[in-house]
């Protein structure tokens, strides 16, 4: 399965990630502030990471701009999650692959990882398109 970074200050909703994303048989790492979550993205290079947008230390919409800045790590799907009610508001502006809002669904978190995780999995293995001679 995949290597999944969970960045979520909540220890709680980290938690409970964590329990439903080991349940489906997937390795975690996990980060409590956005500055953590930057670092263990540009280091490890998880599948993918879910994050939240209210973070310490860097803001989670700045640790998404970051990341999908970073030629190493732009590729690597983002979910938000956020409890925020102007959530789709707030990630419409922002480089992220899809949303989640609190409260989280053990069955809406699953689907939507799977659905991220077969995105970049069909990415990675698309042959590039032949140049047209001109």
């Known amino acids: 399965m995949a290597m999944i970074l969970i960045v ?3 220890p709680s ?12 048989g997937h390795t975690l790492l ?7 979550g930057v670092g ?3 280091q490890e290079r998880p599948d993918l990471v879910v994050m939240d947008l209210r ?13 999908k800045a970073d030629p ?3 590729d690597i799907p983002i979910i938000v999650v956020s409890a925020s009610f102007t959530l789709r508001a ?3 502006t922002l480089p992220v692959d899809a949303t989640i809002s609190k409260p989280l669904g053990i ?6 990882v799977a659905v991220q995780l077969h995105r970049a999995a069909g990415a990675r293995h698309t042959p590039p398109t032949p140049s047209s001679a001109s």
């Open 8 to 10: 979520e200050d909540d």
């Open 13 to 24: 909703i980290n938690q409970l990630l964590a329990d439903i994303l080991k349940a489906d």
């Open 30 to 36: 996990q980060a409590l502030d956005g500055r953590a």
């Open 40 to 42: 263990l993205t540009q």
């Open 55 to 67: 973070l310490p230390t860097v803001d989670g919409a700045d640790a998404i701009r970051i990341l």
């Open 72 to 74: 190493k790590t732009r």
């Open 90 to 92: 707030e990630a419409g």
């Open 107 to 112: 069955d809406e978190v699953l689907a939507e």
